[in-house]
């Protein structure tokens, strides 16, 4: 009798427990949710953010006890489950135009699944494609961005799912823009998925190749060369906002220079300045003097953390006088009536984002010492730079206008010259304020304008000011290409009837 209440009672606790993870329900409802806020692959997340039924199958997938299902019933929920959570990160941490804003998205334990707290990659990696080894799931699997193999607007069910990760699977397999193929070249370039994972594919060229065949309509050869596109990790959104001013489209991938670099990066610039200036004794007259100041200087930043970094700066300077009638270039060669050269000042760096919610937001500061003599020149030497050192303060900030625009400000506070004024140092401060509106005519592409104003306070105020044009281009992730023109203006050309323009080029390396 004790072993048959025994039994009675545990097969009442088995049925109440089926019953209480009958989820019916919650794969009707996320149905529903994705048929309502997802079209071709992009998510209206505005819309998603105010749907209470969202919001409600969040707490459901936090409280489900999903190691308790049979396997098809795990794997469709745990499926949705990461999609509706990435979208959920997306909202909680306003994500505005690229998960990459947030360097821990993936990795953050901040996600609640069946009472486990564990992080993206935890769910994705160990939960389903270590428990269950199937390749497929990279296909159905969405982080969030353009790159992925896009969100269904339907849910994955426990009855459907072999079949509907097959079809999904298929259909990026015959992708054009997932799977790039050059018969002319006799290459194809494959999604960075297949290089991040390549042992989930057979783990070298000629498996990835046999698997990626095994569902296209035409095979690929054997004999094509593989290459990996870059990722697109633009935010896959339906509007231009995912709140009510966030931005999508061209500007959603570029890089941020206000931005800090994330934590464990690196940050390489070489930007390249000739400063070029003609002057006359009369404004109709012919230009009698040229001088020229090319400056290469070198940036170095690195990742301490997310909002901190720190790095060098340094200056290495080419000073040239000449005949007005020389060009500019005259600098680069020895031919000058008065020419000097060298590393003019070395100094370490900061960067701080120091609001978490403005990542586009930060303050840099550095501290620049002189290297050498006479810098300021004398009688036999021109000025290559200022004999003592100089701390710069800038505060960056950039603003996104739709799309493909952006506005870019920036307000400096520069002491030049810092020393002892007995000694004859001009302790000079001057707040440079900068305007550059750019433009995205494509993800890798940027064309901008630009405005400065540098006002001089002492006793006998000076400034100057500049204008210009410019274009970046990104070559690879990593490597940036730019150019810049500026025409430039100033008390001292003003009084003898001069001309000056700048002419810049620029690398940026990340790492």
Known sequence: MKNSIIIIAVLLMAAWNTKGQDLTAFFQQTDQVLK?????????YKGIKQDANFNQL??????????????ATQQAFLVNAYNFLVINEVLRRNVTSSVRQKSDFF????????????????LEKKYLLKAFGDPRFHFVLVCGAKGCPPITNFAYTPDQLD???????????NNPYFMRVDPIAEKVKLSEIFSWYPADFGGNKKAIVQYINSYREKAIPADFSIEYYTYDWSLNTQQTSVGLSSPIGNNSSRYVVSAAIPKGTTETKLFNNLYTERTRSSSDGDFTRRANFLTSWLSFLYGVSNTFNAGFDLRYRRVSVTDGNTSPLNVLTNNADSRRHGVTSIGPKIRWAPVKEWSNFSVQSAIWFPIGDDLQGNESQPFIDWDGAAWVTQVFNDFPI???FTLFTEIDLWIEDIGSSSDGDLNRVSTPATVIVSYFPNPKTTFYALTNFSPFWQSDFDYFAQAGVGAKYQVTSRFELEALY???????LRDTNGRASTFNIGVRISG
Do not use: C, P, W, Y
Request: hydrophobic residues 35%.
């Open 486 to 492: 500026t025409g430039f203006t100033n008390k001292f």
């Open 107 to 122: 990795d953050a334990k901040s996600n609640v699944v069946g009472g486990k707290k564990m992080s993206l990659n935890t």
């Open 36 to 44: 309502s806020h997802v079209n071709n692959g992009l998510v209206d």
């Open 163 to 173: 079949q509907q990760l097959d079809q999904q699977t298929r259909i990026a397999m």
């Open 58 to 71: 969040i707490k459901q997938i936090a409280t489900t006890d999903f190691e308790q299902l049979d396997a």
């Open 402 to 404: 739709g799309s493909n």
